[in-house]
């Protein structure tokens, strides 16, 4: 309830310095009086035609602001990726930029990368043309451009607008502390001051953002070698390890022979001699029996 009330002595006070900064009013014409008096309502005034507007610039709206974010994609085919890697992140130094991204992979035996740069709005255009230079082939190419103007024009009547509201309540914090000193009601406006000091900060913060980022252009590369130059024989190729390996298999599987062997021996040769001791005393009982029947 108090936040309210102090919100209206805010308006009240805004409205008040508002109704004593207008102009005196200026004196009417004689035909102005004339309707007057007679109960008439002035004739509204003609508006301006074109050519009156063209020919006084202060009648004319002032031009807005041109703030536009420009991105760049390319999509290049190069003859050594790491190298090529180093050549940009010099083109980028010496066209006063830098690079915001890098990173490189192998797909296979092939090794991609892609990288970020950062050169100034004015000279996208020479590092362009310096990139295409570099690479063996340019897959794809895109320029967007993102207008902003807008925006930033909202922004900055939004912080005239927040600037003015805390003047307006400042003066209303000095009021406050001489007419009722009350700790509540200074903490109240004091709550008041500093929401509108965070929005204005916030609302700056993003007006800087945007003049930064129209500032600096934006360069996304995606590096691709040329299969073309991939070498016959890999570098990374050894006869010997392979050999090391192949012997390291023979090994392996001689071992593995040898275990079936030993596991062959140790373990079912003892069970095959029972199994055999346990077929022959059958075949000698069978065989006792038939010599019996035979005698009989």
Known sequence: M???????????????KAEHALPPPEPKAANADFSRAAGLAPPPAPPPSANAVASRPELQAPALPRIIV????????????????ETLARLAAANGGYVT?????????????????????????AALAAIRKVATRVESETV????????????????????AA????????????ERTKKAEDILAVYEQLTQLRGQIETAKGRMRYLAQMSAMSTIKLTLTPNPVTKPVVEAGWQPVAVMKDASR??????QGLADVVIWAVIYFGPLLLVFAGV??????????????????
């Not at 420009?70 to 890697?85: F, H, K, M």
């Not at 298999?249 to 001689?254: D, E, G, H, Q």
């Open 2 to 16: 108090k936040q309210k009330v102090f919100a209206l002595l805010a308006l009240a006070a805004i409205s008040c």
């Open 70 to 85: 420009r991105t760049a994609e390319v999509s290049l085919i190069v003859g050594d990726t790491g190298a090529t890697v």
């Open 101 to 125: 991204d890098s990173k490189l992979w192998r797909d296979g035996e092939v090794m991609r990368a892609t990288l970020t740069v950062r050169v100034p709005a004015p000279k996208l255009e």
């Open 144 to 163: 967007s451009g993102d207008d902003v103007s807008q925006e930033y024009v909202d922004l900055e009547s939004q912080v005239r607008n927040l600037e």
């Open 166 to 177: 805390e003047v307006e309540m400042r003066q209303l914090m000095a009021t406050v502390r």
């Open 249 to 254: 298999a023979l090994v392996k599987t001689a």
């Open 279 to 296: 077929i022959f005393i059958a075949w000698r009982v069978v065989r006792r029996r038939a010599g019996w029947a035979r005698a009989s």
